[in-house]
């Protein structure tokens, strides 16, 4: 079996940079680089804006367009991570991925987070994102993450316990991955190496 870094494709739905989201798609991406070998492609819809919204069919999009919506497809492991607007993700985060091919995703494992400003709107993970993605017959992972905009300062994590939800959410995480790409697994950093 030939070991090489797990392909890992981050997309945030944030209209804003920097934004919440950045952060929290940040830190995740930093705790599954803490314990497997990633490759990892920042998808940002600031930068798709302006050419996605004018995007009405796959065989008309910008190039640079269409280099997003090939990582997305190509990903080992998706991370989505998209704040909460009007109590679900913008229409242009789901006109993303109205452009993705619809059988390109089947069996890729996806890690769900949000951020909103209160509580009141984590459900966004199970009401909106996960039946997206249950759409396109992707493995949506056991846990998913939600922060909110106490948790954050300078658009970073700053909440402890957000952290160790983070932590807690990669670490189910790992199992269903490493099932699902078998190469991946000595990768993972041995007890010796963690002690050093």
Do not use: W
């Not at 945030?12 to 492609?41: H, M, N």
């Not at 229409?91 to 209160?118: C, I, M, W, Y």
């Not at 056991?142 to 932590?167: C, D, H, I, K, M």
Request: a negative charge; proline letters at 6%.
């Amino acid at each position: 079996m030939t070991l090489r870094p797990l392909k890992v494709v981050a997309v945030c739905g944030s209209l804003q940079s920097p934004s919440k989201s950045l952060g929290l798609l940040d830190a995740i991406v930093d705790e599954l680089g803490a314990r497997l070998e990633i490759e990892t492609t920042v998808i940002s819809l600031t930068d798709l804006a302006p050419t996605l919204a004018g995007s009405f069919s796959r065989n008309v999009v910008d190039p640079r367009l269409e280099e997003a919506l090939q990582e997305i497809e190509s990903a080992e492991l998706l991370v989505v991570v998209s704040p909460v607007y009007r109590a679900a993700f913008s229409g242009l985060f789901k006109h993303l991925f109205d452009l993705v091919n619809q059988r390109a995703l089947e069996g890729t494992p996806v890690l769900l987070a949000a951020t909103g400003g209160s509580e009141r709107h984590s459900l966004i993970l199970e009401h909106h994102l996960r039946p997206l993605f249950s759409f396109f017959q992707a493995v949506t992972l056991p846990l998913g993450v939600y922060g909110v905009e106490s948790e954050f300062e300078n658009y970073r994590v700053a909440s402890p316990t957000l952290q160790e939800r983070v932590e807690r959410t990669v670490e189910r995480a790992i199992p269903l991955i490493l099932h699902l790409h078998p190469e991946a697994s000595k990768a993972l950093p041995t007890a010796a190496a963690q002690q050093g």
